[in-house]
């Protein structure tokens, strides 16, 4: 097997496990530069990723890289040259009228806080995305906005479960007023990033720039507006943002896993700006429209499936889209690599039994692993109980959960019972610590993860 081939089976597998933003920031333009007993050797795009990926994500790599049978001693992350990456990848940058060559590349500041930003993806497109049931009021809106941006729907908040196509569709209306009109300056970001930027700002004291940099675009997408709940001061700057570009009739486009009202700890003012416009609702596709999708992802591989494998493949998963992708990019790579023709009996004995389906730990299994650990029941750790020994279970749960399926503060709240996100962020952040001098945290974690991983 090659290395291309190893590592896009390798990331179809991460990309089920972590978040799409994470998947999309951290993990779309690393690459597999070396394979062999002693040494996997990856290269990433720039020092940011290279240093995230080696700090936050190892665990998930090595892992992966061994149910794929690569087991090297070491692995190794290395800054890949920037004259590689522009030949190989799809994505082109951000297009932005006042970002010219004044920007230093060489402190550290100005890396991180604009070299890693990747902006609109060329795969995206609306002639790509398949319309059906549950995504034909969000596309109507969406083509509408791409037409005539900041004429109507001013905001567009799209909103909706996971990997049920929100981020394609806001960056096709990128990409379409793109290809409509180089000159425009259309800026994606998730809101993660924006996040990190923000913070990289006031401490490497760049405020004005971040301000400027944001303020001046023509069209803003900013994905999974979700996680800026409890981060009280990016609300603000985003709120003055908001502000700057409405005003000026530039077309802001927000998507989110709730409604507006829904996502706690909004401040009331940037949450009325957030209903100005218009808000969609999102909902998988259905068994139909799955199939298209299905059937039109083969195609961009050029490989041709029989309908009972299609029908199989959009039977076996039902919401989430990504997974339903990642699942048939498997099946793929899997194919591929064995020379073997792509079934419904293959595709069985690639994903028939729960075993040998990609893994995809939820938060209740951490939940119910985390209480089996402690000898105390789930009903305990996601009740009212404050005594310590369901207090530290519970935290150790939530750290957990944030740490290898990188879900949300509110979310993991309320996967323990919690009413109140700030519950989560606490937890989390006490047990980061803890573990670092407390053996028995430590060890509690691992032990946690390894009943999580048979
Ligand atoms: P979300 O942002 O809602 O979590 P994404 O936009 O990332 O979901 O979609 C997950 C994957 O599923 C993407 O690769 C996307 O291309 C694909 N997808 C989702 N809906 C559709 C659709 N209607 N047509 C084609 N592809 C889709
Ligand atoms: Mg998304």
């Given at each position: 097997?090659?290395?291309?081939?190893?590592?896009?089976?390798?990331?179809?597998e991460?990309?089920?496990?972590?978040?799409?933003?994470?998947?999309?920031t951290?993990?779309?333009?690393?690459?597999l530069?070396?394979v062999?007993?002693?040494?996997?050797?990856?290269?990433?795009?720039?020092?940011?990723?290279k240093?995230q990926?080696?700090?936050?994500?190892?665990?998930?790599?090595?892992?992966?890289?061994?149910?794929?049978?690569?087991?090297?001693?070491?692995?190794?992350?290395k800054?890949?040259?920037?004259?590689?990456?522009?030949r190989?990848f799809?994505?082109?940058p951000?297009?932005?009228g006042?970002?010219?060559?004044?920007?230093?590349?060489?402190?550290?500041?100005?890396?991180?806080?604009?070299?890693?930003?990747?902006?609109?993806?060329?795969?995206?497109?609306?002639?790509?995305f398949?319309?059906?049931s549950?995504?034909?009021l969000?596309?109507?809106?969406?083509?509408?906005?791409?037409?005539?941006?900041?004429?109507?729907?001013?905001?567009?908040?799209?909103?909706?479960?996971?990997?049920?196509?929100?981020?394609?569709?806001?960056?096709?209306?990128?990409?379409e007023?793109?290809?409509?009109?180089?000159?425009?300056?259309?800026?994606?970001?998730?809101?993660?990033?924006?996040?990190?930027?923000?913070?990289?700002?006031?401490?490497?004291?760049?405020?004005?720039?971040f301000?400027?940099?944001?303020?001046?675009?023509?069209?803003?997408?900013?994905?999974?507006?979700?996680?800026i709940?409890?981060?009280?001061?990016?609300?603000?700057?985003?709120?003055?943002?908001?502000?700057?570009?409405?005003?000026?009739?530039?077309?802001?486009?927000?998507?989110?896993?709730?409604?507006?009202?829904?996502?706690?700890?909004?401040?009331?003012?940037?949450?009325s700006?957030?209903?100005?416009?218009?808000?969609?609702?999102?909902?998988?596709?259905?068994?139909?429209?799955?199939?298209?999708?299905v059937?039109?992802?083969?195609q961009a591989?050029?490989?041709?499936?029989?309908?009972?494998?299609?029908?199989?493949?959009a039977?076996?998963?039902?919401?989430?889209?990504?997974?339903?992708?990642?699942?048939?990019?498997?099946?793929?790579?899997?194919?591929?690599?064995?020379?073997?023709?792509?079934?419904?009996?293959?595709?069985?004995?690639?994903f028939g039994s729960?075993?040998?389906?990609?893994?995809?730990?939820?938060?209740?299994?951490?939940?119910e692993?985390?209480?089996?650990?402690?000898?105390?029941?789930?009903e305990?750790?996601?009740?009212?109980?404050?005594d310590?020994?369901?207090?530290?279970?519970r935290?150790?749960?939530?750290?957990i959960?944030?740490?290898?399926?990188?879900?949300?503060?509110?979310?993991?709240?309320r996967?323990l019972?919690?009413?109140?996100?700030?519950?989560?962020i606490?937890?989390?952040d006490?047990?980061?610590?803890?573990?670092?001098?407390?053996?028995?945290?430590?060890?509690?974690?691992?032990?946690?993860?390894?009943?999580?991983?048979?």
């Amino acid at each position: 097997m090659d290395n291309v081939a190893l590592w896009r089976a390798v990331l179809g597998e991460i990309e089920l496990m972590v978040s799409q933003g994470n998947f999309v920031t951290w993990f779309k333009n690393t690459r597999l530069i070396k394979v062999d007993d002693n040494e996997v050797v990856i290269g990433a795009p720039n020092i940011f990723i290279k240093q995230q990926l080696e700090r936050k994500f190892s665990d998930i790599i090595n892992q992966t890289l061994i149910k794929n049978g690569v087991a090297a001693d070491r692995v190794e992350y290395k800054i890949l040259p920037a004259s590689s990456l522009h030949r190989k990848f799809e994505d082109r940058p951000v297009v932005l009228g006042h970002e010219g060559s004044s920007r230093p590349n060489t402190a550290a500041s100005s890396s991180l806080t604009h070299s890693y930003r990747q902006g609109l993806s060329e795969k995206y497109t609306f002639d790509n995305f398949i319309v059906g049931s549950g995504n034909e009021l969000a596309h109507a809106a969406c083509r509408a906005i791409s037409q005539s941006p900041g004429a109507k729907y001013n905001p567009l908040f799209v909103y909706g479960g996971v990997g049920i196509g929100k981020t394609h569709l806001i960056q096709a209306v990128g990409n379409e007023i793109l290809a409509q009109n180089k000159g425009r300056s259309i800026v994606y970001i998730s809101t993660e990033q924006f996040v990190q930027e923000f913070l990289d700002a006031i401490r490497y004291k760049k405020n004005t720039d971040f301000a400027g940099y944001y303020r001046t675009a023509d069209v803003l997408i900013i994905d999974d507006i979700q996680f800026i709940a409890g981060k009280e001061k990016t609300q603000e700057e985003f709120f003055h943002t908001f502000n700057a570009l409405h005003q000026a009739n530039k077309q802001i486009i927000i998507s989110s896993d709730t409604r507006p009202k829904d996502i706690p700890t909004l401040t009331d003012r940037l949450r009325s700006r957030f209903e100005w416009g218009m808000a969609i609702d999102m909902q998988s596709p259905d068994f139909e429209t799955r199939c298209v999708i299905v059937q039109s992802k083969a195609q961009a591989h050029e490989v041709d499936l029989p309908h009972d494998l299609v029908e199989y493949l959009a039977g076996f998963i039902q919401t989430n889209i990504r997974e339903l992708e990642g699942a048939l990019n498997q099946l793929i790579a899997f194919s591929e690599m064995r020379k073997l023709t792509p079934t419904v009996e293959l595709a069985q004995a690639l994903f028939g039994s729960q075993k040998s389906r990609p893994k995809h730990i939820t938060a209740r299994q951490v939940v119910e692993k985390t209480a089996k650990h402690f000898h105390v029941s789930v009903e305990e750790l996601i009740g009212p109980k404050r005594d310590k020994e369901i207090v530290v279970p519970r935290q150790i749960a939530m750290y957990i959960i944030r740490n290898e399926l990188h879900m949300s503060f509110p979310k993991i709240a309320r996967e323990l019972g919690r009413k109140d996100h700030t519950t989560a962020i606490h937890s989390i952040d006490k047990i980061g610590k803890e573990q670092a001098f407390d053996p028995d945290v430590r060890s509690a974690i691992g032990a946690i993860k390894e009943r999580l991983s048979v």
